[in-house]
């Protein structure tokens, strides 16, 4: 299936990058999904949480996937530190890193402190079917080795994810303190959804 997906997303990226050379006289770069850093990172981070023993209980299953989940912006952040060159990007990039760090230490409090009690299926397929969304979306997008370029894309669609997740875990959690975590996941990451899609508006050359 994964190799399936892959040679689905080049064929479209192919497609793609012809119609616009012949519309604009531009070629489009690609770079191969397999060679690029921060889609590595994000396949990383996919394995991590396909394998991950589900408990059946939204508040323990949404903190640990969201662990998971904030651990790999912070290492595409750290990419983007280290390899990118736009000062909105490094910025964008500071600014998860700092948010996404802390709310780990506060969901291993929380892991600390919660035995799994409730058992609820639903939540678990839904969360199941979120990764596998994830992960195909990720694999159709058109990155081309530039940092600033690739983590706006990417981080766009790990944001959007992000978002998902939180919003099941309002739906099913119990747990007021990850309830209200999830509430500000979905808050500061539309905004900073709306930042790296104006970015990219302005930078498409980039």
């Known amino acids: 299936m ?13 497609i793609f990058a012809q119609a616009c050379s012949k519309d604009n006289d531009k ?3 690609i770079q191969e999904h397999d060679k690029n850093q921060m889609m590595t990172i994000m396949h990383q981070m996919m394995v991590k949480m ?7 209980d939204p508040d323990n299953d949404f903190a640990l996937m969201m662990k998971m989940h904030h651990q790999g912006a912070i290492d595409m952040g750290n990419a983007e530190l280290q390899g990118g060159t736009d000062a909105t990007m490094k910025a964008i990039a500071q600014k998860v890193i700092t948010a996404q760090t802390q ?10 402190g919660h035995a799994a009690h409730l058992n609820v299926p639903e939540f678990d397929a839904k969360m199941m079917m979120g990764m596998e969304k ?5 694999d159709l997008q058109i990155i081309n080795g530039r940092t600033d370029h690739d983590f706006a894309i990417l981080m766009t669609g790990h944001h959007q994810s992000a978002i998902e997740m939180a919003k099941m875990e ?20 539309e905004k900073e959804i709306k930042e790296l899609q104006e970015w990219l508006l302005a930078n498409n050359n980039k």
């Open 2 to 14: 994964k190799n399936t997906l892959k040679m689905l997303s080049l064929a479209l990226l192919m």
């Open 50 to 56: 396909n394998a991950m023993m589900m408990s059946k």
């Open 170 to 189: 309002l739906d099913y959690g119990t747990h007021a303190e990850m309830k209200t975590m999830a509430s500000k996941i979905i808050e500061d990451q």
């Open 103 to 112: 709310e780990i230490a506060q969901l291993n409090t929380f892991l600390q």
């Open 134 to 138: 994830m992960g195909r979306n990720a």
């Open 27 to 29: 070629q489009v770069t």
